[in-house]
């Protein structure tokens, strides 16, 4: 079992940038693939990015990409999500979670633990 806490959401103007933090417990992360979805209200969670467990493949949302990194330091049981050029369109409730896989996809169900989500509100 692993514990994911999700970290470094607030409330931003259009242009910022923030970094979200996702830390674990539990378990190490490094033997999990690790990935960032995302929940605006009345819509459906969607994938946002993924990484691999040797961090050397990434795979990004089209609407994100160029704009976010997602990294990870296995050393610190952490990953990361380094958001640019934030937009009202990014406004939503951000969460990180992990696939018991090398390399995981960017459906929901391909993971298998979760946090409970960071709020990012991205204001115009």
């Known amino acids: 079992q692993v514990q994911l806490v999700e970290s470094g959401g607030g409330l931003v103007q259009a242009g910022g940038s923030l970094r979200l933090s996702c830390a674990a417990s539990g378990r190490t992360l490094s033997v999990f693939a690790l990935g960032w979805f995302r929940q605006a209200p009345g819509k459906e969670r969607e994938f946002v990015a993924t990484i691999s467990v040797s961090g050397r493949s990434t795979r990004y949302a089209d609407s994100v990409k160029g704009r976010y990194a997602i990294s990870r330091d296995n050393a610190k049981n952490t990953m990361y999500l380094q958001m640019n050029s934030l937009k009202p369109e990014d406004t939503a409730v951000y969460y990180c979670?992990?696939?018991?896989?090398?390399?995981?996809?960017?459906?929901?169900?391909?993971?298998?633990?979760w946090g409970r989500g960071t709020q990012v509100t991205v204001s115009s």
């Open positions: 979670a992990a696939a018991r896989a090398t390399v995981a996809g960017m459906r929901p169900r391909d993971y298998d633990y």
